[in-house]
Each structure stands twice: as C-alpha cells, then as structure tokens.
C-alpha cells in the first residue's frame, strides 16, 4: 500500500470515527436510551481498536518512507484529536447519565398551580394549564426518589413520581399529574 493509502486511510477512519461518535452521543442525550449507550460503548472499543491499528500502521509506514514522513506523521496526529474529543465526549455521557429528563402533563381539566419537584433536586413550576406539559432535568445526585406536590382548586396533592432514581440510571420521565397515584 502506498503512503497516500496509508494517509486517506487515517484521516477517513479519524473523520468516521468522530462523525458516528458524535451522531451516537447526540441520539443519547436526546433519548437518554440505556441502548444508545450500549452502542456508543460498543462503538468506543471498534472504533478504539481501528485507530489503534491504523495509527501503528501509519507509524510504521512514517519510519520507512522518509519522502512521506511529514505528511504520514501529521496524519497520526489528526488521528491522536479523537483521544480528547472522546474524553469529553465521556463527561457529557456521564453528566447526562446522572440526569432525569421529567415531563410532567396536567391531566386533569383544572389549573395546577404551585407544582413543586421534591427529592434529588427541588424544582419549582408556578403553574400548568389543563393538557399543559413542562419538561425539566432533574440531576441525581445518589440515591433518591422523585415526589411531587401541588395545588388543585386550592386543595394540596401529593404524587410519587419515581421511588427510586441512582447514580447512572438517568432516564426521560413522563408523569401525568392527576391519576390514580395522585394523593389527596
């Protein structure tokens, strides 16, 4: 293979490799799907061991054709860029990870007002209309659950949302406010 190969071939296994791991990491924070995950954690040890062999290959290639060395080097370089990306890539998964994604809707035909979030992280909502919904990130901070309280016709009402949220098992929440888990 000629060192123009060896360089087409870094620099189109550093470009796919960025493009689908950033494709993969905006599918999980859209969705906050453990499959997604599992995907992009799949595709963190295919992608790894490309590189790996095709940076040695170029290394090795760079050590014999001395013509080429700079562009084969440079090459190798472009390659090493994914290194970091894919570390930040990691905090935001992890961040992400650590999240709860709560849509809360108003099922029932009156204005909720004074919508508190109680538990890993207190939230507030001053109201929401009859088939409203309001989405909020809740982040999980270790072990906790997720309740809420509000007021309908002036009368306070208590829920729980999720009785068990941890570190790691972020997740999108649907939670429809005055059915049948609803306290009085």
Do not use: W
């Not at 080429?68 to 570390?87: D, E, F, S, Y």
């Not at 309740?147 to 790691?168: F, M, W």
């Amino acid at each position: 293979m000629t060192s123009d190969n060896y360089i087409k071939t870094g620099r189109i296994t550093t470009i796919v490799s960025f493009i689908i791991g950033t494709l993969i990491l905006v599918m999980y924070a859209l969705s906050l799907d453990f499959g997604v995950m599992y995907l992009g954690i799949l595709f963190i040890m295919l992608a790894g061991l490309t590189n790996v062999v095709v940076l040695i290959l170029l290394l090795f290639k760079a050590v014999t054709d001395a013509p080429h060395r700079k562009k084969l080097l440079l090459t190798a370089g472009m390659m090493l860029i994914n290194i970091p990306v894919l570390i930040f890539y990691l905090s935001i998964e992890s961040n992400l990870s650590n999240t709860i994604r709560l849509s809360l809707n108003n099922s029932t035909k009156t204005v909720l007002t004074d919508i508190h979030i109680n538990g890993c992280e207190l939230n507030h909502i001053d109201k929401l209309a009859p088939n409203q919904s309001q989405t909020i990130r809740i982040k999980i901070p270790g072990d906790c659950a997720i309740d809420i309280d509000y007021l309908q016709n002036g009368i306070r009402k208590k829920a729980s949302v999720a009785d068990y949220v941890t570190n790691d098992g972020g997740q999108n929440l649907t939670y429809n406010i005055g059915g049948q888990n609803d306290n009085f």
